[in-house]
């Protein structure tokens, strides 16, 4: 059985098994040296090895849990350490020491070091909740869900604290107006956030004092105004910055024991760990393994920790790379040291596990929120053009790979300037700031959502032909035409281009220019549409989408905004005589694929027109959608036998309606 498929207690007990013969000898040379004092020939080599030795046992020792044999050997190299050799009055105590060492050391060497059994991690919950509001506990239990996010509720204080010790959940998120009692409260978040990341939630006028938040261990703060499904992404943003499952460790070190024990605590949590035991080494190591972080001795041989971490920053490429000290000294000026020669912490021998994971997760924590924020757009949150780009590229290998469409947008804000000219560039950047929050809720996880400056926006869809991403961003459209944004309750519009991958380009940069040309024609059309890329605005309205043959104005315009929101050219015909001369003649005006055609018309009702076109061959190019109030059996299938091939009767929603036009144009 290997160590990663041995429990933690197990595993401590193999690596005592197997370094116990050494770690005795290392016992021996300390114990010669004080004898060798003691009879008063013992030499400056001597005493230097000893004091090497009682060092390294300090570390090993402690690590593997003897933690009295670890302060035995603690002393000794201290006094070992001194120039001279320890003043002949220590003598006698020292040897009680090195006596006392050896036998802490095999009083137990069946039982082996002792170390606490961790609880159990299968099927824990991702999130605990502890707000006593079940409507909105309800909901971030839901937000949760849709996420596919293991989430628990507690009420109250008592009931957090057994969740956590019964669940061991990753993240808590706490309402800091729990119960009414602040106290409690914030003490409850000092003693929850000691073992794992907890964001706090709280009104934006509660007056509650960060600072205080902070030193409790805080490591977030929402409001409680946030939708239940922001609440959510920013719990989970903040368990993935934390997260160290799969980090690649570099573990330098001289002492084999030290390093069979990273190896085992670390390998627990899923890191993968690789060792270097010679600092000569550690160069080449470096490039092999390519860490995420490198865990240091500050006490080598040949080369100090110090002086190799120092070389380390002075390299451009591993410049940024954590570094974390593990070190038996404490003193001012060794501390002093390791931060001097650029290391990020330092961890002191001996060490228990938890402690190495959670400085770990905390240095990766805080390289991957740098990251972020150097990824991220700081108004709108979303992702900007530089980060974007890899995450666009990567959409379109798997489309590629997986043979299937995708399609990359750009929205801009119609007429942005006179949003700033009327509310000031604070306004606009508000409304921006909204925006972000609404196109974040609105795509798919697996859309590429992003800011590329001003009031563009980028969206990049896998899986999605041409009509299902037109559908999608004519949805978003009508999304935003709804809202009202800022206090003053503004009404804003898009305007969108869109190119599908591979028709319109080969790449994220052909696409790009294929979608912004069709934002062009959108806002040459009279914005608050989405535009398809190939569309040239000469063709005029000779070559349309869809015709729509209707007499009531009112529903033939409100047909015409719903189907050109969503990217479709339209034509609005309000006779039956103009609509059988412009589709039916020998040399037609009009070309459309899908004629919406109602019933009663003027001059012509619309059976007559359906027949006329029918007649001329027209049926052979275009589908043709009935609108009638007529219901009756006999009329509708009247309608279907002249060539009709759907038939809506009056009055009808309009999504309805949209879904079908989409049906009849993917015929």
Same mark, same amino acid.
């Given at each position: 059985?290997?160590?990663?498929?041995?429990?933690?207690?197990?595993?401590?007990?193999?690596?005592?098994?197997?370094?116990?013969?050494?770690?005795?000898?290392?016992?021996?040379?300390?114990?010669?040296?004080?004898t060798d004092a003691l009879m008063g020939s013992l030499c400056?080599?001597?005493?230097?090895?000893?004091?090497?030795?009682?060092?390294?046992?300090?570390?090993?020792?402690?690590?593997?849990?003897?933690?009295?044999?670890?302060?035995?050997?603690?002393?000794?190299?201290?006094?070992?350490?001194?120039?001279?050799?320890?003043?002949?009055?220590?003598?006698?105590?020292?040897?009680?020491?090195?006596?006392?060492?050896?036998?802490?050391?095999?009083?137990?060497?069946?039982?082996?070091?002792?170390?606490?059994?961790?609880?159990?991690?299968?099927?824990?919950?991702?999130?605990?909740?502890?707000?006593?509001?079940?409507?909105?506990?309800?909901?971030?239990?839901?937000?949760?869900?849709?996420?596919?996010?293991?989430?628990?509720?507690?009420?109250?204080?008592?009931?957090?604290?057994?969740?956590?010790?019964? *669940?061991? /959940? #990753? +993240?808590?998120?706490? @309402? $800091?107006?729990?119960?009414?009692?602040?106290? %409690?409260?914030? &003490?409850? =978040?000092?003693?929850?956030?000691?073992?794992?990341?907890?964001?706090?939630?709280?009104?934006?006028?509660?007056?509650?004092?960060?600072?205080?938040?902070?030193?409790?261990?805080?490591?977030?703060?929402?409001?409680?105004?946030?939708?239940?499904?922001?609440?959510?992404?920013?719990?989970?943003?903040?368990?993935?910055?934390?997260?160290?499952?799969?980090?690649?460790?570099?573990?330098?070190?001289?002492?084999?024991?030290?390093?069979?024990?990273?190896?085992?605590?670390?390998?627990?949590?899923?890191?993968?760990?690789?060792?270097?035991?010679?600092?000569?080494?550690?160069?080449?190591?470096?490039?092999?393994?390519?860490?995420?972080?490198?865990?240091?001795?500050? *006490?080598? /041989? #040949? +080369?100090?920790?110090? @002086? $190799?971490?120092?070389?380390?920053?002075?390299? %451009?490429?591993? &410049?940024? =790379?954590?570094?974390?000290?593990?070190?038996?000294?404490?003193?001012?000026?060794?501390?002093?040291?390791?931060?001097?020669?650029?290391?990020?912490?330092?961890?002191?021998?001996?060490?228990?596990?938890?402690?190495?994971?959670?400085?770990?997760?905390?240095?990766?924590?805080?390289?991957?929120?740098?990251?972020?924020?150097?990824?991220?757009?700081?108004?709108?949150?979303?992702?900007?053009?530089?980060?974007?780009?890899?995450?666009?590229?990567?959409?379109?290998?798997?489309?590629?790979?997986?043979?299937?469409?995708?399609?990359?947008?750009?929205?801009?804000?119609?007429?942005?300037?006179?949003?700033?000219?009327?509310?000031?560039?604070?306004?606009?950047?508000?409304?921006?700031? #909204?925006?972000?929050?609404?196109?974040?809720?609105?795509?798919?996880?697996?859309?590429?959502?992003?800011?590329?400056?001003?009031?563009?926006?980028?969206?990049?869809?896998?899986?999605?032909?041409?009509?299902?991403?037109?559908?999608?961003?004519?949805?978003?459209?009508?999304?935003?035409?709804?809202?009202?944004?800022?206090?003053?309750?503004?009404?804003?519009?898009?305007?969108?281009?869109?190119?599908?991958?591979?028709?319109?380009?080969?790449?994220?940069?052909?696409?790009?220019?294929?979608?912004?040309?069709?934002?062009?024609?959108?806002?040459?059309?009279?914005?608050?549409?989405?535009?398809?890329?190939?569309?040239?605005?000469?063709?005029?309205?000779?070559?349309?989408?869809?015709?729509?043959?209707?007499?009531?104005?009112?529903?033939?315009?409100?047909?015409?905004?719903?189907?050109?929101?969503?990217?479709?050219?339209?034509?609005?015909?309000?006779?039956?005589?103009?609509?059988?001369?412009?589709?039916?003649?020998?040399?037609?005006?009009?070309?459309?694929?899908?004629?919406?055609?109602?019933?009663?018309?003027?001059g012509l009702d619309g059976l007559r027109v359906l027949r006329?076109?029918?007649?001329?061959?027209?049926?052979?190019?275009?589908?043709?959608?009935?609108?009638?109030?007529?219901?009756?059996?006999?009329?509708?299938?009247?309608?279907?036998?002249?060539?009709?091939?759907?038939?809506?009767?009056?009055?009808?929603?309009?999504?309805?309606?949209?879904?079908?036009?989409?049906?009849?144009?993917?015929?």
């Open positions: 059985m290997s160590r990663a498929e041995l429990g933690p207690q197990s595993a401590l007990q193999a690596i005592w098994d197997s370094s116990k013969v050494e770690v005795l000898g290392q016992v021996d040379v300390v114990a010669g040296a004080v400056e080599q001597t005493r230097v090895r000893a004091a090497r030795e009682a060092h390294k046992l300090a570390g090993s020792v402690g690590t593997l849990g003897f933690a009295v044999a670890s302060d035995h050997a603690r002393e000794l190299e201290h006094a070992l350490a001194v120039p001279d050799g320890p003043p002949a009055g220590e003598l006698p105590r020292l040897a009680e020491l090195a006596i006392a060492l050896r036998h802490e050391l095999e009083k137990d060497r069946d039982a082996g070091p002792a170390d606490a059994a961790s609880p159990p991690m299968d099927g824990r919950p991702a999130l605990l909740l502890v707000d006593d509001d079940p409507q909105r506990a309800q909901r971030l239990l839901v937000a949760a869900g849709t996420r596919g996010v293991r989430a628990v509720v507690a009420a109250d204080i008592h009931a957090a604290r057994r969740l956590i010790a019964q *669940d061991a /959940p #990753e +993240i808590v998120v706490l @309402d $800091l107006s729990l119960g009414g009692d602040a106290d %409690a409260t914030m &003490a409850f =978040l000092a003693e929850a956030s000691a073992q794992r990341p907890v964001m706090v939630v709280a009104d934006a006028g509660s007056g509650v004092d960060r600072v205080e938040v902070a030193q409790c261990g805080g490591r977030g703060f929402l409001a409680r105004s946030l939708e239940p499904s922001e609440t959510i992404a920013a719990a989970l943003e903040l368990r993935e910055r934390g997260r160290v499952h799969g980090t690649r460790i570099l573990a330098v070190d001289d002492e084999p024991v030290v390093l069979s024990v990273l190896q085992s605590v670390l390998g627990d949590a899923e890191l993968e760990v690789q060792i270097c035991e010679h600092p000569g080494a550690f160069w080449e190591r470096l490039d092999e393994v390519r860490p995420d972080l490198v865990l240091l001795d500050f *006490d080598m /041989p #040949e +080369i100090s920790g110090a @002086d $190799l971490c120092r070389a380390l920053r002075n390299e %451009a490429r591993w &410049a940024g =790379l954590p570094v974390i000290f593990l070190t038996a000294r404490t003193d001012a000026e060794s501390v002093r040291e390791i931060f001097d020669s650029g290391a990020d912490d330092y961890l002191s021998k001996p060490f228990v596990g938890p402690e190495v994971i959670a400085r770990i997760a905390n240095r990766l924590e805080r390289v991957r929120l740098y990251h972020a924020l150097a990824d991220t757009d700081s108004l709108t949150g979303l992702p900007n053009r530089r980060s974007s780009m890899a995450a666009l590229e990567t959409l379109l290998r798997m489309a590629d790979r997986q043979r299937q469409p995708a399609a990359l947008a750009i929205l801009d804000v119609d007429r942005f300037k006179s949003i700033n000219d009327a509310h000031g560039h604070a306004g606009g950047d508000a409304l921006l700031h #909204e925006l972000g929050a609404v196109v974040r809720r609105f795509f798919r996880g697996e859309d590429v959502v992003a800011r590329w400056g001003g009031d563009e926006l980028v969206v990049g869809m896998y899986g999605m032909v041409d009509a299902d991403s037109r559908q999608r961003l004519g949805d978003f459209v009508e999304e935003v035409r709804e809202r009202r944004f800022l206090d003053a309750g503004i009404a804003v519009t898009l305007s969108v281009g869109v190119a599908q991958y591979p028709t319109d380009g080969a790449d994220v940069g052909e696409l790009y220019r294929a979608a912004d040309a069709a934002l062009h024609v959108a806002k040459a059309e009279g914005r608050d549409r989405v535009v398809p890329a190939g569309r040239d605005p000469r063709d005029g309205p000779m070559m349309v989408d869809v015709a729509i043959v209707e007499d009531d104005a009112l529903l033939g315009r409100l047909l015409e905004h719903a189907l050109q929101t969503r990217g479709y050219r339209t034509r609005l015909i309000t006779d039956g005589v103009a609509a059988a001369a412009e589709l039916g003649s020998q040399t037609p005006q009009l070309l459309a694929p899908l004629l919406l055609l109602d019933w009663d018309l003027p006329a076109l029918r007649e001329r061959g027209v049926l052979e190019r275009t589908t043709v959608i009935m609108l009638t109030a007529r219901g009756a059996e006999d009329e509708v299938l009247e309608a279907l036998e002249a060539g009709a091939v759907d038939h809506v009767t009056k009055p009808f929603s309009v999504p309805v309606l949209m879904q079908r036009v989409r049906r009849a144009m993917d015929r």
